[in-house]
């Protein structure tokens, strides 16, 4: 099992806002950056955030990421969801020996 | 603009070898700061992080696959090369090669176009 814990599946509105959390397990969720990625159906995964909320060019500003250390979790919100915005999205963070460790993904279905 | 390619079987019989390539154009894979990774999926499931290698040789291997697991590179092809050696049907998937950005770490900002890989008699 991962040390990345996400939920399994997140439904809402178009429109709307959504949250995804992903709690790390085993370690400091501060110690180390927290990346997300999108995968569409059929497609390689993409990346939305990085260095925890740092936007890559061209990613849109409807995506931001955070870390809250009192839950030892990371964040990724999306606003105004938009139909396009369907897709799996995975954390990925490292672990204590520099090992790159995804979560186990949630799945995002705009109603 | 970077790209990554995947090459390799589609096909591999149980107990024999898995050999992938993965071919970097529009970049050197000899740049600094950068690790060359394998990202593998399974139908149906979530990403799982595979190995990495610099482009001087060193290498990072997940824990659970570090023993089946061989990564190279060759920077005279910019290229570098996957081997996961007594395959079973649970190492059906689709292989993906990334880039890796390691200093500082900022996870794989480019993907190739994933190539799926079927372990079967």
């Known amino acids: 099992n991962s040390m990345l814990t996400q939920p399994h599946s997140v439904s809402e509105s178009p429109g709307k806002r959504i949250t995804i959390s992903c709690t790390r397990t085993?370690?400091?969720?501060?110690?180390?950056?927290v990346q997300w990625y999108q995968q569409r159906p059929g497609s390689s995964p993409s990346i939305v955030i990085y260095e925890n909320n740092q936007r890559p060019s061209g990613v849109s500003d409807r995506f931001s990421g955070s870390i809250d250390r009192s839950s030892n979790s990371a964040s990724l919100t999306i606003s105004g969801l938009r139909p396009e915005d369907e897709a799996d999205y995975y954390c990925?963070?490292?672990?204590?020996?520099?090992?790159?460790?995804f979560g186990g993904g949630t799945k995002v279905t705009v109603l | 603009q970077l790209h990554l390619h995947e090459s390799g079987p589609g096909l591999v019989k149980p107990s024999e070898t898995l050999s992938l390539t993965c071919t970097v154009s529009g970049a050197s894979i000899s740049t600094s700061s950068f690790y060359w990774g394998w990202v593998r999926q399974a139908p149906g499931k979530g990403l799982e992080w595979i190995g990495n290698?610099?482009?001087?040789?060193?290498?990072y291997y997940s824990p659970s696959l570090k023993s089946r697991v061989t990564i190279s590179v060759d920077t005279s092809k910019n290229q570098f090369s996957l081997k996961v050696n007594s395959v079973t049907a649970a190492d059906t998937a689709t292989y993906y090669c990334?880039?890796?950005?390691?200093?500082?770490?900022?996870?794989?900002?480019?993907w190739g176009q994933g190539t799926l890989v079927t372990v079967s008699a």
């Open positions: 290698v610099y482009h001087t040789g060193s290498t």
């Open positions: 990334a880039r890796d950005t390691s200093a500082p770490k900022r996870g794989f900002d480019f």
């Open positions: 085993s370690g400091n969720i501060a110690n180390n950056y």
């Open positions: 990925q963070s490292y672990d204590a020996s520099n090992h790159r460790v």
